[in-house]
């Protein structure tokens, strides 16, 4: 980010703002070169302006050198760095000064120099140059800098020399000062033209005046801003370049001064103002330039009163259509930068896609950032990756986005849950058979790990795996080879390994129910998810990821939730991590007509219940009558289908009420109701409770 001393729009501003108080141009220029030398990092800096001969500079300013330099140090023109830059209106940098033909050492200690010149449209007058005794010290930032200073500063310095020789100056020094507050206020320029318009009207008694933009379009000055013209005038107002006083001023690039108005033949009156009284008018054309070409022009009109306050007021009008162009480079600086930081963003926000690329992974703990980065390092890579956290935590999405980011990603994603499927069945399922390996082996069956050639195998509650099959797999990560069941065929096989686990295999390596080998083969990339109760600042952002899902999928409005309902959410520890909290919100949602979700909606798996868990009996609210509920049930079932959608309802509410009371342990909640896992897993899969 650019803070204010970079920032050149600010650096600018602060300028104008200084030298319009400076009351007397050396000042003026000092501060310039002081904020020169300060952006540049530069050892000396000089600003030196052509001499009535226009032979020599003469050294206005400096910074660096000894007192009497500029009685010491003549600078010729076309001679030296700072000479050349004169004489050629460029800008010049010299990396090496010891390799520069033109240098001329005014010090002997000096390495590399910028010179840049000051000039007003075509016509240089001075120049600024910064030294310094590094070599190569000054680079395009600084070179757009220094340019951007010099030609802000060219335009205030002739106009604040013109200051200097006004007869009324305090008065409209004042009015000056009180136009360049408002300078850089605007962010639409044509609101800077209004107001300064208004001030002149205000302190200055300025009859009529128009600022008039040109379009290279049309070829044509219209009105940008105007005082005391009709709208059917500033229609009328329209000039091209060399037409009128207005479009004189614009082509010659010269201001001009008309202390009469009815007794010249230049004055067109475009506009068709009828001037009913006897006054003698004096009119003003200034035009102003930005980046050196001319925009548009100034008008004004006043009374005359006598010829040194028409001169005055010429003046006047130079200075302010330098401010003019001062707005311009303003406006087109801001839209520069504002355009900027737009891109930046962009930038940013790329940045942070391709970094992880992960929308559907919400996380802003810095756990989560650290995963995420660690996702980025491993994603990549081709070794192993062992995702360790409690159910629910989000392993197989994690899984799911390693291998969608990976290289491997054209290739297939095979997903096992080695929990979810008897030990003598797994084994053939993972490796494949041979016909007649077994009885009902009748054909070939590639099995798990193969179909994930060039492609990633997830192996989801690794833990369960039996030590037969440890060994075997062990073997897939050393040798990169296996055998099917019943076969003596070794088959190659290319296959990243992504293992999931909510057990602690470092227990299990200990007790020897893991294999420690297979172990450190595993945890070559250790992804561990932080449970949800450890980064529950990521709650508003979950939750408000959550509903979104949850909505699209029941095609619902988004809902609110309100400040009780998320306090009530922000309370709970979360035993079944971010999937449980997706199943309050689910039924939340789900159970809920109105478009907010309040603190009765949200049922935590502390035992609290649900219509349908209380049908089964434990802990069922007083009044509450079984019978009466499975009426209603079966009234709103369709007909043929009650049996399986209200004992379905009802058994989903078991298996939901089981596994919240523990802690989600899908061995535990199988044990208390009685089931064998493999059925627990397929009921939860049935019921969408669990995506296993
Ligand atoms: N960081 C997260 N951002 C958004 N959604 C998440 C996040 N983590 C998990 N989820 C969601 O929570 C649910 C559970 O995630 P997932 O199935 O990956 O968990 P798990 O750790 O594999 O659980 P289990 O150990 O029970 O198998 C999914 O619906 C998943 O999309
Ligand atoms: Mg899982």
């Known amino acids: 980010m650019q803070n204010a001393f970079t920032n050149p729009l600010v650096a600018l501003h602060e300028v104008t703002l200084s030298l319009l108080t400076q009351d007397s141009s050396d000042k003026l220029l000092n501060a310039l070169l002081d904020r020169a030398v300060e952006f540049t990092g530069a050892d000396s800096g000089t600003i030196s302006i052509l001499d009535d001969s226009r032979k020599f500079l003469e050294i206005k300013a400096f910074r660096g050198f000894e007192q009497d330099m500029p009685k010491t140090v003549k600078l010729k023109i076309g001679e030296g760095v700072t000479g050349r830059c004169i004489v050629t209106g460029k800008l010049r940098n010299v990396g090496d000064t010891s390799q520069d033909k033109y240098y001329i050492a005014v010090r002997q200690d000096i390495r590399s120099e910028l010179a840049v010149p000051l000039k007003v449209g075509n016509k240089n007058f001075g120049v600024i140059s910064v030294d310094s005794k590094r070599l190569d010290a000054f680079n395009g930032e600084h070179e757009e800098y220094l340019q951007t200073l010099a030609d802000y500063a060219a335009q205030i310095f002739t106009t604040t020399t013109s200051v200097e020789s006004l007869s009324h100056r305090t008065h409209l020094q004042d009015v000056l000062l009180q136009i360049s507050g408002v300078l850089g206020k605007y962010a639409d320029v044509k609101l800077f033209f209004e107001e300064v318009i208004r001030i002149l009207a205000d302190k200055l008694g300025v009859r009529r005046s128009a600022i008039y933009l040109y379009d290279s379009v049309t070829n044509e000055l219209s009105v940008a801003a105007s005082l005391n013209y009709s709208p059917d005038e500033i229609a009328k107002g329209r000039y091209s370049p060399g037409e009128g006083v207005t479009g004189k001023a614009f082509k010659q690039r010269k201001a001009i001064a008309v202390s009469d108005i009815s007794q010249d033949s230049q004055f067109l009156n475009k506009t068709g103002h009828q001037r009913e009284d006897e006054d003698i008018v004096s009119f003003f054309a200034a035009p102003f330039f930005e980046g050196g070409e001319p925009r548009g022009v100034f008008n004004m009109e006043f009374k005359f009163q006598s010829q040194s306050k028409f001169e005055d007021q010429s003046f006047l009008a130079q200075i302010l259509s330098s401010l003019f162009g001062q707005a311009l480079q303003i406006e087109k600086l801001v839209q520069q930068s504002s355009r900027e930081v737009k891109e930046e963003n962009i930038i940013l926000r790329r940045q942070l896609k391709s970094t992880f690329e992960y929308e559907n992974i919400v996380g802003a703990h810095p756990r989560m950032a650290e995963l995420f980065a660690r996702m980025k ?62 009885t009902g082996a009748v054909d070939d069956y590639k099995g798990k790990v193969l179909s994930a050639h060039k492609g990633t195998l997830f192996l989801d509650e690794i833990g369960e795996l039996d030590l037969k099959l440890q060994a075997k797999l062990l073997r897939v990560l050393q040798e990169k080879e296996f055998s099917p069941l019943g076969s003596n065929k070794v088959i190659k096989v290319d296959v990243r390994i992504i293992a999931a686990t909510n057990a602690n295999l470092e227990a299990a390596v200990k007790e020897k129910t893991f294999r420690e080998d297979l172990f450190y083969r595993l945890n070559v990339v250790r992804l561990a998810i932080p449970p949800l109760r450890e980064r529950t600042s990521d709650l508003p952002l979950l939750v408000q990821h959550l509903l979104d899902k949850i909505c699209e999928r029941n095609g619902k409005k988004v809902p609110v939730i309100n400040e009780a309902a998320f306090q009530k959410l922000q309370s709970y520890t979360f035993p079944g991590n971010i999937r449980e909290l997706e199943n309050i919100l689910e039924r939340a949602v789900v159970l809920n007509a109105k478009n907010e979700i309040d603190v009765s909606d949200i049922q935590l798996g502390d035992g609290s219940i649900v219509p349908t868990a209380a049908a089964v009996g434990a802990g069922a609210p007083a009044g509450f009558d079984l019978r009466t509920y499975l009426k209603e049930e079966i009234a709103k079932s369709t007909p043929g289908e009650i049996f399986t959608s209200v004992i379905g309802n009802v058994e989903k509410e078991i298996i939901r009420i089981a596994l919240n009371q523990n802690q989600f342990n899908k061995r535990k909640t199988a044990e208390v109701l009685g089931v064998n896992r493999v059925t627990l897993d397929k009921k939860i899969q049935q019921y969408d409770l669990f995506e296993i």
């Open 377 to 438: 390092m491993a994603a990549d890579s081709a070794s192993a990756v062992l995702i360790t956290g409690e159910s629910g935590t989000g392993k197989e999405l994690i899984a799911s986005a390693l291998h969608q980011n990976s290289m491997r990603s054209a290739n297939p994603l095979v997903k096992i849950n080695c929990a979810a499927i008897p030990a003598d069945l797994l084994e053939s399922e993972l490796f494949g058979y041979a016909r007649g390996a077994f």
